[in-house]
């Protein structure tokens, strides 16, 4: 099969904000063959934009672009459940692949889901059609936290569980050409909340009162988690991933006061955990407006920015220190195209005081989405003069 290249062309407590950590434009610590070292992916519009340099074009993805909003994703994933085939290589490839072919995008981000690396690690979790992720065993107390850590160490998440994942990587990798693929994980406090929480919950209340009423045991779990999530990106990249994202799906339920004692610390860990490696970090959450500095804080050289704040505020709120990425509103995806033109230059127009943006959503990709209007607003995005 042919590349898409050759179809398309050549932190410790954090209790006040410190500065991001150095990223190395470089690659220390890659391997020789990897995409930032041999030059396929080192000079990629989004990898320009990232770094807070001027691009050759404007680089637009979306979250959730690989999914349900596409018609040869479910018929690729047709009788195959959710975790299986984020655990089968050649169909994890072949999926983070779909969207770059159709859109144009210019990155792929890894299909996967946020729990992978907690079912690497031995946990019972499935994926509930309509549900989503559900536990076998809520971890709750101090004593489901020792039960959790010790039968479930981090060291278990070595190369032999993490091999799906590099496999799937590998084969990725080899048929973007000089499109760069973007490495994926859940936060910490995302990651504890579920474990906590047993499935999805709308205010997050167990996950809250066991970080305020045991600190301790918040501690080891998040500990643990950010060591876990942290093996997760770090194998993606040393597998070809040029950039990384940190999703933190939950934060925005926490006060910045909270964010900065219980939930900065872990982060900050899974994102040192690639840092040597010299690739782009991203850090993302849904209704985190009152956190972007703190998000930063931890580690991130790229903020994204979610649709509940305008994105001039947005940089503003980071000092115009760090490029951004968003924040396309998803509902307008179903918008008349007048609308949605209209909103897609405004969000252009108020990302250009960052030192750099990549446009994406301010979330992802809703499954009734019509295709057609993905790839055109990714034609629009590249069209519009500087």
Same mark, same amino acid.
């Given at each position: 099969?042919?590349?898409?290249?050759?179809?398309?062309?050549?932190?410790?407590?954090?209790?006040?904000?410190?500065? $991001?950590?150095?990223?190395?434009?470089?690659?220390?610590?890659?391997?020789?063959?990897?995409?930032?070292?041999?030059?396929?992916?080192?000079?990629?519009?989004? !990898?320009? *934009? =990232?770094?807070?340099?001027?691009?050759?074009?404007?680089?637009?993805?979306?979250?959730?672009?690989?999914?349900?909003?596409?018609? &040869? =994703?479910?018929?690729?994933?047709?009788?195959?459940?959710?975790?299986?085939?984020?655990?089968?290589?050649?169909?994890?490839?072949?999926?983070?692949?779909?969207?770059?072919?159709?859109?144009?995008?210019?990155?792929?981000?890894?299909?996967?889901?946020?729990?992978?690396?907690?079912?690497?690690?031995?946990?019972d979790?499935?994926?509930? $059609?309509? !549900?989503?992720?559900?536990?076998?065993?809520?971890?709750?107390?101090?004593?489901?936290?020792?039960?959790?850590?010790?039968?479930?160490?981090a060291?278990?998440?070595?190369? *032999?569980?993490?091999?799906? !994942?590099?496999?799937?990587?590998?084969?990725?990798?080899?048929?973007?050409?000089?499109?760069?693929?973007?490495?994926?994980?859940?936060?910490?406090?995302?990651?504890?909340? =579920?474990?906590?929480?047993?499935?999805?919950?709308?205010?997050?209340?167990?996950?809250?009162?066991?970080?305020?009423?045991?600190?301790?045991?918040?501690?080891?779990?998040?500990?643990? *988690?950010?060591?876990?999530?942290?093996?997760f990106?770090?194998?993606?990249?040393?597998?070809?991933?040029?950039?990384?994202?940190?999703?933190?799906?939950?934060?925005?339920?926490?006060?910045? &006061?909270? =964010?900065?004692?219980s939930?900065? $610390?872990?982060?900050?860990?899974?994102?040192?955990?690639?840092?040597?490696?010299?690739?782009?970090?991203?850090?993302?959450? /849904?209704?985190?407006?009152?956190?972007?500095?703190?998000?930063?804080?931890?580690?991130?050289?790229?903020?994204?920015?979610?649709?509940?704040?305008?994105l001039?505020?947005?940089?503003?709120?980071?000092?115009?220190?760090?490029?951004?990425?968003?924040? !396309?509103?998803?509902?307008?995806?179903?918008?008349?195209?007048?609308?949605?033109?209209?909103?897609?230059?405004?969000?252009v127009?108020?990302?250009?005081?960052?030192?750099?943006?990549?446009?994406?959503?301010?979330?992802g990709?809703?499954?009734? /989405?019509?295709?057609?209007?993905?790839?055109?607003?990714? *034609?629009?995005?590249?069209?519009?003069?500087?």
């Amino acid at each position: 099969m042919e590349s898409l290249q050759e179809r398309s062309g050549p932190i410790s407590a954090l209790s006040t904000p410190s500065r $991001p950590l150095p990223s190395h434009p470089d690659g220390t610590g890659l391997p020789a063959g990897h995409p930032l070292v041999d030059g396929r992916t080192a000079s990629a519009p989004l !990898i320009d *934009a =990232y770094r807070g340099r001027t691009p050759a074009r404007r680089p637009v993805w979306f979250m959730r672009q690989a999914g349900r909003s596409l018609p &040869e =994703y479910r018929a690729s994933r047709a009788g195959t459940e959710m975790l299986e085939a984020c655990l089968t290589p050649a169909l994890a490839a072949e999926i983070t692949l779909q969207p770059v072919r159709r859109h144009d995008v210019d990155a792929g981000i890894f299909f996967s889901d946020i729990v992978v690396p907690l079912k690497l690690a031995g946990v019972d979790v499935r994926i509930e $059609p309509g !549900i989503g992720p559900v536990f076998g065993s809520p971890v709750r107390t101090a004593a489901e936290v020792d039960r959790l850590l010790a039968e479930h160490p981090a060291e278990s998440l070595d190369d *032999a569980a993490l091999a799906p !994942i590099t496999e799937a990587v590998r084969l990725t990798v080899a048929d973007l050409g000089g499109t760069p693929l973007i490495g994926f994980a859940g936060a910490p406090f995302t990651l504890a909340a =579920y474990l906590v929480e047993g499935r999805p919950s709308r205010d997050h209340l167990a996950a809250r009162t066991l970080m305020l009423g045991d600190p301790d045991s918040w501690q080891r779990l998040t500990t643990w *988690a950010a060591e876990v999530a942290g093996r997760f990106l770090r194998a993606q990249v040393l597998a070809g991933a040029s950039a990384v994202q940190l999703f933190d799906s939950w934060a925005g339920s926490l006060s910045r &006061e909270n =964010y900065l004692r219980s939930v900065a $610390p872990a982060s900050h860990h899974t994102l040192a955990q690639v840092s040597d490696l010299g690739v782009p970090r991203v850090h993302f959450g /849904t209704g985190t407006g009152e956190l972007l500095a703190a998000m930063r804080d931890v580690g991130a050289d790229v903020v994204g920015v979610d649709d509940r704040i305008a994105l001039d505020e947005a940089v503003r709120r980071l000092d115009g220190r760090v490029p951004v990425q968003g924040n !396309i509103d998803p509902a307008l995806l179903a918008a008349p195209w007048p609308v949605l033109e209209a909103h897609v230059r405004d969000v252009v127009a108020r990302g250009a005081s960052a030192p750099g943006h990549v446009v994406n959503l301010g979330h992802g990709v809703p499954p009734t /989405t019509d295709p057609d209007v993905l790839t055109r607003v990714v *034609a629009l995005v590249h069209a519009i003069e500087r």
